[in-house]
Structures are given as C-alpha cells and as structure tokens.
Nanobody, 123 residues
C-alpha cells in the first residue's frame, strides 16, 4: 500500500516560483519495487488531467512541452519523495497538481495518487 501526500501549493504572482513536494508512505515490501515512476499531473477546471513531468527511479526525466525550461522534477529514492520546482509561473499553470506513483508511465492512471494541491498564478 502506498499513500502520497502533497504540500507546497499556494497563490503566487506571474513570474514567481513555487516548490511542490510529495512524500510517499509505503507499507509492504513489494510496494517499494512497484514504484518505478513518480510524477506530477495537473488538472484545471473543465480540462482533462495532464502530465506535467515524471522521473524514473534511475533519474530519467520527461517534461510536458509547456513546462520545459521552467519546471524541474527531482526525486529522493531513500526518502521516497518527489519534488517539483516551478519557476517563471504563468496564469495558465493554475491547476490542482497531483502526485502520482506507478510501475510505468503508461499505467499511471492505475497507480497511486495524492489528494492534490492547488496552485494559483495571478496575472
């Protein structure tokens, strides 16, 4: 069993920065090895949930085109945490951000999700 808890959301002006953190509480020996990919997704009102960035256990990262060069994802495997540093924020980044842990990116929907944290960027 895996539980994800996000923190770090808030309200910021355009051009500002925020750092999101996600801590995974893991119970069960096999669960540790099932979490190969950790990532961040976001969902704005009336829109589908979209991938922001993910990072594998080995450190390979992938970003959505809309956040490349502005956001940085990082992971601490020993502490089972994943963070998202968001710089040069834009009003269109306003969303609820969700932490995700899964065996693969393709199976993210069937993985574990946090409760979400609101990020609001004012113009």
């Amino acid at each position: 069993q895996v539980q994800l808890v996000e923190s770090g959301g808030g309200i910021v002006q355009a051009g500002g920065s925020l750092r999101l953190s996600c801590s995974a509480s893991i119970s069960g020996f096999s669960s540790i090895f099932n979490i190969y990919v950790m990532g961040w997704y976001r969902q704005a009102p009336g829109k589908q949930r979209e991938l922001v960035a993910f990072i594998t256990r080995s450190g390979i990262t992938t970003y959505a085109d809309s956040v490349k060069g502005r956001f940085t994802i990082s992971r601490d495997n020993d502490k089972n945490t994943v963070s998202l540093q968001m710089n040069s924020l834009r009003p269109e980044d306003t969303s609820v951000y969700y932490c995700n842990a899964a065996t693969t990116v393709a199976s993210a929907a069937d993985g574990y999700w946090g409760q979400g944290t609101q990020v609001t960027v004012s113009s």
